[in-house]
């Protein structure tokens, strides 16, 4: 079946830092990779997405390449920000065969905190 | 416009009791489904409609679980003889059946279920 594996957090950075949280996956098929993030209090929102091998997904300074070869989409961002303080959670989306479902899987989350 | 809203934002219930729980999906949303966020087990899948029918209920973790949907629009999960265990912030989303990019849901903001 699917899986998502992100790193365990808590993460936590000063001010300007660089960011990598990193993801892998198992699926079968071809899945659609994202991230999603959850701000204190908030609902999940995505932040990013990339459907084939090699797409850059990139929003709000964040980036993630969708590397086949290595089953991976990292998460990064070259200054981050206070506000970015949040739980980011990695996900793909394949085609359930036969349902027409694209259920999302999802990693564990990793919740990341950006100090002044 | 409008995102997907939740019904309540909080419940908290006696063990053995019967609950339900309430989504709006986006207007014009045909695909939707119930996700369920809790500390052991992070977030999981429960159950897809397509319209108003479920293709995919592989997620739902017991019988005591079921879900509907009306109109092609508002969704009602219940929980039926109440444990513990379901303890959870229940998450619903919607996407476009023909997105073009499979896979993107919309959030609602959760139902936190507390089982005394």
């Known amino acids: 079946g699917n899986s998502v594996t992100q790193m365990e957090g808590p993460v936590t950075l000063s001010e300007e830092a660089f960011l990598t949280i990193n993801c892998t996956y198992t699926?079968?098929?071809?899945?659609?990779l994202f991230w999603y993030v959850q701000y204190p209090g908030e609902g999940l929102q995505l932040l990013l997405k990339?459907?084939?091998?090699?797409d850059k997904g990139s929003n709000k300074g964040f980036e993630a390449t969708y590397r086949k070869e290595t089953t991976s989409f990292h998460l990064e961002k070259g200054s981050v920000q206070v506000s970015d303080s949040a739980v980011y959670f990695c996900?793909?989306?394949?085609?359930?065969?036969?349902?027409?479902?694209?259920?999302?899987?999802f990693g564990k989350g990793t919740k990341l905190s950006v100090i002044p | 416009g409008a995102g997907v809203s939740q019904s309540p934002s909080n419940k908290v219930t006696e063990k053995g009791k019967d609950v339900e729980l309430r989504c709006d999906p986006i207007?014009?949303?045909?695909?939707l489904y119930w996700y369920r966020q809790s500390l052991g087990q992070g977030l999981e899948f429960l159950i897809y409609?397509?319209?108003?029918?479920?293709?995919?209920k592989s997620g739902l973790p017991s019988d005591r679980f079921s879900a509907e949907r009306t109109g092609g629009s508002v969704s009602t999960l219940t929980i039926q003889r109440t444990q513990q265990e379901d303890s959870a912030v229940y998450l619903c989303?919607?996407?476009?059946?023909?997105?073009?990019?499979?896979?993107?849901?919309?959030f609602g903001p959760g139902t936190r279920l507390t089982v005394l």
């Open positions: 409609f397509q319209g108003n029918s479920a293709p995919d």
């Open positions: 990339a459907t084939k091998a090699d």
């Open positions: 699926a079968t098929g071809y899945p659609s």
């Open positions: 207007s014009g949303h045909t695909a």
């Open positions: 989303a919607s996407s476009l059946a023909l997105s073009r990019f499979p896979g993107e849901q919309f």
């Open positions: 996900a793909l989306s394949s085609l359930y065969s036969g349902a027409g479902s694209y259920q999302l899987t």
